[in-house]
């Protein structure tokens, strides 16, 4: 990859050369009174960039999937019920962490490319003693978004805890989580949070806690049990040193600039950006008749794009596009891999990024043998770029 080329994969992402400035800088000691400083702002960043104002954050060395994991071990205890609401393989991804940790997994799992109804999943907490109910914001493999309010406000009123993987929605997806009542929101640094692969974040609501700190058994997990990690957290954010294991230094320090620039731009500004994005992108995508994976707007995320191949055009198309300079990804979901591809619109990503990425697709599928209209998606992007932007998603 050249190093002019753009990187619009859903995650890793391109990020701000400030932030890339503060991961390049020179490790300080974890112990150090500037470290603290800074790891304690972060923390307190990350609550105002979850609308989680009652919340306790959680930074851990790790991926997205250890904050799947780190939500799970300490919840779930051998035997609990837990619904899963599916939609794609991050979703089977929770399914398979539950079923390790002892939980007896039921899922509702609609149609893939098809948004779960709220009503169905209202039915399923109405009939089972669940203690956890997981729902994927925005599942990567699919590009569908959950309607995640609907869902964590149903939870809540069953007395059930609601555990939302946001690693490709945060910051980038409408979501307030003590407005809504939401229990656990996780997420990995890499994609709208806007930092590097390698730190698993959450913020766990007091519910949850009180729900943790009342469990019969102690968690099965060594790294992932909160009561070694929230002491650190506690310390750290009361601006005192603490160890249990060394704090990621470089990239907690970028995450510290990153969430600093998020709260600058303002959460309902940067989802509004996101849903602008996404939009010019929808029309561009409508302009060369390629067809969504979701199966209505409402279910499309603002994070990504997930599109099969039109007739005639195969996985060779996303090379083509990468030779035009924008790096995009091919299928994930095993179902249908083969078949589609994915480009991600999160983080920095404006009008320059979604105009430069529709030129080289629409040119790359001109070059691959697809009808295309010189000129006819960008100038859709460009339209829909010059509307007002929308209100809601
Ligand atoms: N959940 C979702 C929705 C994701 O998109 C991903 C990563 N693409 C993960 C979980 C796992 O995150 P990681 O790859 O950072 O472990």
């Known amino acids: 990859m050249s190093e002019r080329d753009l990187l619009m994969i859903p995650g890793p992402v391109e990020f701000d050369p400030e932030v890339m400035r503060a991961l390049g800088a020179r490790t300080l000691s974890h112990l150090d009174p500037v470290f603290i400083a800074t790891f304690g702002r972060a923390l307190q960043r990350l609550r105002e960039v979850c609308l989680a104002p009652s919340a306790q954050p959680f930074i851990v060395a790790g991926t997205g999937t250890l904050a799947m994991e780190l939500a799970v071990a300490n919840l779930v205890e051998p035997g609990d019920r837990a619904l899963v609401v599916n939609t794609g393989h991050f979703s089977d991804r929770m399914a398979l962490i539950l079923a390790r940790h002892g939980a007896e997994v039921t899922q509702v799992r609609p149609p893939l490319g098809e948004a779960p109804r709220p009503q169905e999943v209202e039915q399923a907490l109405a009939q089972g003693a669940y203690r956890v109910m997981t729902v994927t914001h925005v599942d990567t493999s ?50 709208a949070l806007g930092v590097p692969p390698g730190l698993a974040l959450l913020t766990v609501s007091p519910k949850a806690l009180s729900a943790w700190r009342a469990r019969k058994h102690p968690v099965r997990s060594f790294y992932a049990d909160w009561a070694e990690w929230l002491p650190i957290m506690e310390a750290y954010e009361a601006g005192k040193p603490a160890y249990f294991a060394t704090p990621a230094v470089n990239l907690i320090t970028a995450l510290e600039v990153s969430l600093g620039q998020i709260l600058r731009e303002g959460m309902e500004p940067r989802f509004a950006r996101h849903r602008r994005m996404a939009r010019a992108f929808r029309a561009a995508w409508r302009a060369l008749g390629l067809r969504p994976l979701p199966t209505t707007e409402a279910a499309t995320a603002n994070t990504l794009s997930a599109l099969y191949y039109p007739e005639g055009v195969d996985s060779s198309v996303v090379g083509r596009v990468r030779g035009e300079g924008v790096v995009l990804a091919g299928g994930l979901h095993p179902e249908l891999k083969t078949r589609y591809f994915r480009v991600g619109h999160m983080n920095l990503v404006g009008p320059g990024e979604v105009l430069a990425t529709v030129g080289a697709v629409e040119r790359a599928l001109g070059a691959a043998g697809h009808r295309v209209q010189p000129g006819g998606a960008v100038s859709a992007a460009q339209a829909a770029l010059l509307e007002p932007v929308p209100a809601a998603d």
């Open 142 to 191: 699919t590009g569908v978004r959950a309607p995640a309010e609907p869902l964590v406000r149903a939870a809540h009123r069953h007395g059930v805890l609601s555990v939302v993987d946001g690693v490709c929605a945060t910051a980038g997806e409408t979501f307030h989580q003590d407005a809504w009542g939401a229990d656990v929101y996780l997420t990995g640094s890499q994609k």
